[in-house]
C-alpha cells in the first residue's frame, strides 16, 4: 500500500500564489478603471508591486521616540511615522529599533482586529522589516490576509456593503464602482504581503 504526503503550501508559497491571483484581478480592474484616475494608478502600482520587490522607502525625517509604549495610544500619523522609520531599521539606533518592535507587532494585531485592510498591510512590512518574516506575528498576519483573498484575487469581506456600493444608496446619484474599495484594499494587502515574500 502506498502513501501519498499531502504537505501544506510554505507562507512564500501561498503568498506567491496569492499575488500572482491578486495581479490577474488587477489587471482586469485596470481594464475597468479610467486610466487618468487615481484608482488606475493605484491599480497599476499594485499590479506592479505583485511581480517586482517594491524599493525600500526612505523615512522622510528621523523617527523621535516618545515615553515608552505611547505608541499604543498614537494617532494614525503618528503610527505612519513609525511605519516609515521602520522600514530603515537598520539604521535606527538600538533603543528606537527595540521600542518600534516591542509595539508595532501590538498595533498590528489591534489593526487587523478591527478589519484595517489598508493600514494593517503597512504595519505588517514595518513589523517584517523589524522582526524578520518568520516572527510569529508576522506569520498569523500573513494567514490573515491570505484568508481575506477572495476566488476572483481582490482582497477584502466586504459582502453587503460592496453590493449596496454597486447599486447606489438613496442620497446617491449614481452607484460607486466597487473598485473604489477593492482596489486600495487589494493594493495594501499586495504591497504587505510582497514584504513577506520578498526572498
Known amino acids: 500500500m ?5 504537505t501544506a503550501p510554505t507562507t512564500a508559497e501561498a ?3 496569492a499575488l500572482a491571483l491578486a495581479a490577474d484581478w488587477l489587471r482586469g480592474a485596470l481594464d475597468r478603471l479610467d486610466p487618468a484616475g487615481e484608482l488606475f494608478r493605484t491599480a497599476e502600482r499594485a499590479l506592479h508591486d505583485c511581480t ?3 524599493a525600500v522607502q526612505q523615512p522622510p525625517a528621523p523617527y523621535r521616540p516618545g515615553p515608552p509604549s505611547s505608541l499604543l495610544r498614537a494617532d494614525r500619523a503618528r503610527l505612519e511615522e513609525a511605519c516609515r522609520a521602520a522600514e530603515a531599521a537598520d539604521r535606527l539606533p538600538a533603543e528606537v529599533r527595540a521600542e518600534l518592535a516591542g509595539t508595532l507587532p501590538a498595533v498590528l494585531v489591534a489593526a487587523l482586529r478591527c478589519y484595517d ?9 514595518a513589523v517584517v522589516a523589524l522582526r ?3 516572527d510569529p506575528t508576522v506569520l498569523r498576519a500573513v494567514d490573515f490576509l491570505l484568508a481575506q483573498q477572495q476566488p476572483d484575487g481582490s482582497f477584502g469581506a466586504f459582502g453587503g ?3 449596496a456600493l454597486a447599486q447606489g444608496s438613496a442620497s446617491a446619484e449614481e452607484p460607486v464602482p466597487v ?3 477593492l482596489v486600495p484594499v487589494t493594493a495594501a494587502c499586495v504591497r ?3 514584504a513577506v515574500g520578498q526572498g
Not at 2 to 6: D, P, S
Not at 117 to 125: C, D, N, Q, S
Open 132 to 134: 524578520g518574516r518568520d
Open 161 to 163: 456593503e460592496i453590493e
Open 192 to 194: 504587505g504581503l510582497r
Open 52 to 54: 517586482a520587490a517594491p
Open 179 to 181: 473598485e473604489e474599495v
Open 2 to 6: 502506498t502513501t501519498t504526503t499531502v
Open 15 to 17: 503568498t506567491e500564489r
Open 117 to 125: 485592510l489598508v493600514f494593517g498591510p503597512e504595519l505588517l512590512r
